[in-house]
């Protein structure tokens, strides 16, 4: 194997070297492979060879992630996409094109029947992704440059009537769960920032909090009177020691997780008839209820904590009504 291997660089470079030269460099061929072990790559080293480079590639995204302070939860959601994407593909993420990932993109639709929205989301991570190997010259292109923001509906999403809030007031059982309610209706905050809340994070003075939000960015948001006054029943019924603003009803009093109030609200959703009750649902009513109002949209932005404002226009669905009344007041 060595000594083909020698011939061959030796015969490349006839038409360069002279006869003295050849030989001088079989001399130093020889002397350096003598201790070289050659292994011959087949068809599965070589498959292997490229899954253990792409694992790298995903692992060093991931960890890019973690720096730039994305959550567990988007971090979690970045790599199953990615892991699904690339290891349903028998080479070296070096060599995925761009018709590649149109034809899975394409093949996933019609496999799991999902819609745009889906489809746009897993293309703006794929992109995020081999724009990141781009960057750090893993690759020369992105090969997702070239495919474009899946137009998708924009459907307007619903937000809790006035009636559907008295309704979940009505039916809480206790002083924990109606306050919650309360601080995501007056707040708008995220159920994750509502998980870490802390007790000294509130200014009952204020009427304020202190909230961790996307980023590990912190802001501050403001509740209602109502709310105080609820908030505050609560915490003197609390018999534990815990910082956490909101605990389980039993020991060990444990930080209610996000999965335990997703579940509170659905069973108040249940037990009241209301369609579609989840906590993210009371942001998006506090936005339209703001931009009612008469909120500029950009303290709208600040009070939900939007990078850009065209993310806030999402969450705000202004009431017809108001538009019809408008657009009486401002062109007959």
């Given at each position: 194997?060595?000594?083909?291997?020698?011939?061959?660089?030796?015969?490349?470079?006839?038409?360069?070297?002279?006869?003295?030269?050849?030989?001088k460099l079989k001399?130093?061929?020889?002397?350096?492979?003598?201790?070289?072990?050659?292994?011959?790559?087949?068809?599965?080293?070589?498959?292997?060879?490229?899954?253990?480079?792409?694992?790298?590639?995903?692992?060093?995204?991931?960890?890019?992630?973690?720096?730039?302070?994305?959550?567990?939860?988007?971090?979690?959601?970045?790599?199953?996409?990615?892991?699904?994407?690339?290891?349903?593909?028998?080479?070296?993420?070096?060599?995925?094109?761009?018709?590649?990932?149109?034809?899975?993109?394409?093949?996933?639709?019609?496999?799991?029947n999902c819609n745009?929205?889906?489809?746009?989301?897993?293309?703006?991570?794929?992109?995020?992704?081999?724009?990141?190997?781009?960057?750090?010259?893993?690759?020369?292109?992105?090969?997702?440059?070239?495919?474009?923001?899946?137009?998708?509906?924009?459907?307007?999403?619903?937000?809790?009537?006035?009636?559907?809030?008295?309704?979940?007031?009505?039916?809480?059982?206790?002083?924990?769960?109606?306050?919650?309610?309360?601080?995501?209706?007056?707040?708008?905050?995220?159920?994750?920032?509502?998980?870490?809340?802390?007790?000294?994070?509130?200014?009952?003075?204020?009427?304020?909090?202190?909230?961790?939000?996307?980023?590990?960015?912190?802001?501050?948001?403001?509740?209602?009177?109502?709310?105080?006054?609820?908030?505050?029943?609560?915490?003197?019924?609390?018999?534990?020691?815990?910082?956490?603003?909101?605990?389980?009803?039993?020991?060990?009093?444990?930080?209610?997780?996000?999965?335990?109030?997703?579940?509170?609200?659905?069973?108040?959703?249940?037990?009241?008839?209301?369609?579609?009750?989840?906590?993210?649902?009371?942001?998006?009513?506090?936005?339209?209820?703001?931009?009612?109002?008469?909120?500029?949209?950009?303290?709208?932005?600040?009070?939900l904590g939007h990078?850009?404002?065209?993310?806030?226009?999402?969450?705000?669905?202004?009431?017809?009504?108001?538009?019809?009344?408008?657009?009486?007041?401002?062109?007959?």
């Amino acid at each position: 194997m060595k000594n083909d291997v020698i011939l061959n660089i030796t015969k490349e470079m006839e038409d360069s070297l002279t006869i003295y030269q050849l030989d001088k460099l079989k001399e130093i061929l020889i002397i350096n492979f003598e201790k070289v072990e050659f292994i011959v790559k087949t068809d599965e080293y070589q498959k292997q060879q490229e899954q253990e480079e792409n694992k790298k590639y995903i692992d060093l995204f991931i960890s890019s992630k973690e720096v730039e302070g994305c959550s567990k939860r988007t971090i979690t959601y970045y790599r199953e996409i990615i892991e699904k994407f690339v290891y349903s593909f028998e080479e070296s993420i070096r060599h995925i094109s761009t018709d590649n990932i149109r034809n899975y993109l394409s093949e996933y639709k019609k496999d799991s029947n999902c819609n745009s929205v889906t489809i746009d989301n897993l293309r703006r991570v794929l992109s995020s992704f081999f724009s990141w190997l781009e960057d750090e010259d893993y690759i020369i292109k992105s090969p997702v440059r070239r495919i474009h923001r899946i137009k998708t509906v924009q459907t307007v999403k619903e937000t809790f009537t006035d009636e559907n809030i008295e309704k979940m007031r009505d039916e809480c059982s206790n002083i924990r769960n109606l306050s919650m309610i309360e601080l995501l209706i007056s707040t708008g905050m995220r159920v994750g920032e509502l998980v870490n809340l802390n007790i000294q994070d509130v200014s009952f003075e204020e009427r304020s909090c202190i909230v961790l939000g996307k980023g590990n960015k912190q802001r501050e948001v403001y509740f209602d009177a109502r709310t105080k006054i609820h908030l505050l029943q609560y915490l003197n019924t609390r018999n534990d020691s815990s910082n956490a603003l909101f605990v389980s009803m039993k020991k060990p009093y444990n930080r209610l997780s996000i999965s335990g109030i997703e579940l509170i609200i659905r069973k108040l959703g249940l037990d009241t008839e209301i369609s579609k009750v989840h906590p993210h649902k009371f942001r998006r009513t506090l936005a339209t209820m703001a931009i009612d109002k008469g909120m500029p949209i950009e303290q709208v932005q600040k009070l939900l904590g939007h990078v850009k404002i065209e993310t806030t226009l999402h969450y705000a669905m202004v009431n017809q009504n108001n538009v019809k009344m408008s657009h009486r007041r401002y062109i007959g």
